[in-house]
């Protein structure tokens, strides 16, 4: 029987705002439902989306936990009435429901992968969120095949190393947009075919002249804004666009005569407003798809910075100035 504590640490969101309503607290220890594992957090990925329900720009799901954090690796310390899959002592990489900024965290066991050994706890920790993103939208909604083109926006970001490292698995031609000389040369570095600072070329032009006529199979854009129109202009007959982000604005003027003509798909997705069920079905295609080449080390978990979790502050500074490469990870067992 593992001996657990009353209390925990916590980071929690005091009130909608910049990184300052950040505060280090303390709470009671979050307790197992149906088909949950309590994992002692050795170490938490930050993302996007943690910021901006730091903003209140975010709801969380009435079921959630309202603290941040949605992935995290550490140890199973309680399992959960019906819980088959785990056993007390395991080390695991989780995509939780919330929570992840804090000693320990409540995930459901089909949202679980096991913690490859050849990883730090920072580096499993980020990869759940972002794997799971990569798979469900490049993959299972993107349909990207082998030789297809792929256009993909923030190569240099969390999702974006993943996604390029995922796409040169799966044999496709790599197009990426990055803002600086040192992000496009890391993008070229994770197996990008061409990369275009956007800063300086027009991505549009320059893609026209790479692909030609042909067009792209396949964009994933975090853009989204002015982004919107040059990326249906780019795509091939029956190409597939798949949003994940707005972070240029969640509205723009589109010729839909080009999406007709051309028999393009729009395609979008959020990750955590997803069935349980729906996400356990991703877990399973990123642990038979995705694992394997992580385990291996032909998919490389890329930490830019840790801070400790007394540091989300700093880190969701640093996440939010666009500075980093790669992910941000909260270092919580020392």
């Not at 803002?179 to 275009?196: N, Q, R, T």
């Not at 549009?204 to 853009?223: C, H, Y």
Request: net charge neutral.
């Amino acid at each position: 029987m593992i001996r657990l504590p009353k209390n925990m640490v916590c980071v929690e969101v005091k009130r909608p705002g910049g990184p300052e309503v950040l505060i280090e607290s303390e709470t009671e220890l979050p307790r197992c439902k149906a088909n949950e594992v309590l994992i002692k957090v050795h170490a938490a990925g930050i993302n996007r989306p943690d910021c901006l329900q730091r903003a209140g720009l975010y709801p969380v799901p009435s079921d959630a936990s309202p603290l941040p954090g949605l992935e995290v690796a550490g140890e199973i310390v309680e399992i959960g009435h019906g819980t088959s899959k785990w056993k007390l002592g395991e080390r695991v990489a989780a995509l939780t429901h919330g929570g992840g900024y804090a000693e320990y965290c409540t995930a459901h066991e089909g949202h679980c992968l096991p913690w490859p050994e050849n990883l730090s706890a920072e580096e499993a920790a980020t990869l759940p969120e972002t794997c799971f993103t990569v798979h469900h939208n490049l993959l299972d909604r993107g349909r990207l095949l082998n030789d297809q083109t792929v256009l993909i926006h923030g190569g240099s970001s969390g999702i974006g190393t993943i996604a390029i490292q995922v796409a040169r698995i799966h044999g496709a031609k790599i197009i990426a947009t990055a803002g600086s000389v040192e992000k496009c040369d890391y993008c070229l570095s994770l197996g990008a075919d061409h990369v275009i600072n956007y800063k300086v070329d027009d991505f549009e032009m320059t893609v026209k002249d790479l692909v030609g006529a042909n067009g792209v199979d396949v964009v994933l854009d975090m853009v989204a804004g002015d982004y919107v129109k040059k990326n249906i202009r780019l795509l091939a007959m029956d190409g597939r666009y798949v949003m994940i982000a707005f972070l240029g604005g969640a509205q723009t003027e589109v010729n839909f005569g080009h999406v007709l003509g051309k028999r393009i798909s729009i395609l979008g997705s959020t990750l955590r407003p997803q069935s349980i069920s729906n996400k356990a079905a991703i877990a399973k295609n990123v642990l038979d798809d995705i694992w394997p080449h992580v385990r291996s080390g032909k998919i490389k978990s890329h930490v830019f910075k840790t801070y400790p979790l007394t540091g989300a502050r700093d880190a969701h500074i640093l996440m939010e100035s666009s500075k980093h490469m790669g992910k941000i990870a909260l270092t919580v067992l020392r």
